[in-house]
């Protein structure tokens, strides 16, 4: 049985009176493509700043590959290999689509500012391979011949999958995407969703997934988590989760 990637127990936190996330646990195991879903307002955004420590929970704890990782700032989260992407693109719309994987992966490269001035054989190498994991994740994507493009004057689909190549070329461990068929449709979710099941097994991830297209869910997920009023209302594979009559009334319906 494959190990733990994430574990949650217990995790709690509250805006004033209101409980956005309220007792959850769950866990996700490594190799994994677990959804998160639920309405407007369920927190899954919240749940979401937790793992990224953007928010520290009130209480309850989050490990990862069994680490309690519950009081890390989100720099130290990034260096355990959880990247995440965010519901609106948030790329650098001036710097071409290259650009903008390349400068995610300056604080992977393993040089220092002399190396990079007098630019040695060695860094040129490094800067090579980086520029070639670029344009394997990019092609993945399908999107390789927008690498010279600047994001500005891409349409938003095309932009959302290039925050995903961002994300990607981190070499994470642990991906984590708010909605990353946002804007697009059917025919383009579905395509994402297998695109990503590629890339899944291509650099062994784990991915946790918020996401309203069912169709995406559907194809994509292992399990999925139901989330309403910060408590969690169901577990399952699609398919139970799918016919599932609290889901169906909270969510579905
Ligand atoms: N920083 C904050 N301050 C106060 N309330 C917050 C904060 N962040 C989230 N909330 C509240 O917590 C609840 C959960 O919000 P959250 O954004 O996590 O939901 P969501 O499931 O992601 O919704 P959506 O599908 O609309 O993105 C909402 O009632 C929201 O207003």
């Not at 990224?52 to 209480?59: E, H, I, P, V």
């Not at 604080?107 to 007098?118: K, P």
């Not at 891409?154 to 995903?164: D, M, N």
């Amino acid at each position: 049985m494959n190990k733990q990637a994430l574990n949650f127990k217990d995790i709690t936190i509250a805006f004033g009176g209101l409980k956005a996330i309220d007792s959850l646990s769950f866990d996700v195991k490594e190799g994994e493509i677990v959804g998160i879903i639920g309405p407007n307002g369920a927190g899954k955004t919240t749940l979401f700043n937790i793992i990224s420590r953007f928010y520290k929970q009130d209480t309850g704890k989050i490990e990862v590959f069994g680490e309690d990782v519950s009081s890390l700032k989100p720099h130290d989260v990034i260096n355990k290999g959880i990247v995440r992407t965010f519901q609106n693109v948030e790329l650098f719309k001036h710097m071409t689509v290259l650009d903008n994987l390349l400068i995610g992966q300056h604080r992977n490269l393993n040089y220092n500012i002399f190396s990079s001035l007098i630019m040695t054989r060695r860094v040129k190498r490094i800067e090579e391979d980086a520029k070639k994991r670029a344009f394997e994740i990019l092609n993945i994507l399908g999107i390789g011949n927008y690498a010279y493009y600047y994001p500005i004057n891409l349409p938003y689909g095309i932009q959302k999958k290039v925050e995903l190549a961002r994300a990607l070329i981190s070499n994470p461990k642990i991906l984590i995407l708010d909605e990353p068929a946002a804007g697009m449709n059917d025919t383009e979710t579905i395509d994402l969703s297998n695109k990503l099941k590629e890339l899944k097994d291509k650099f062994n991830l784990t991915i946790i997934v918020i996401e309203h297209h069912m169709p995406f869910v559907m194809n994509i997920c292992d399990r999925v988590v139901v989330l309403n009023f910060g408590k969690k209302i169901a577990e399952g594979t699609p398919n139970e989760i799918k016919t599932n009559p609290q889901v169906i009334e909270a969510y579905l319906g």
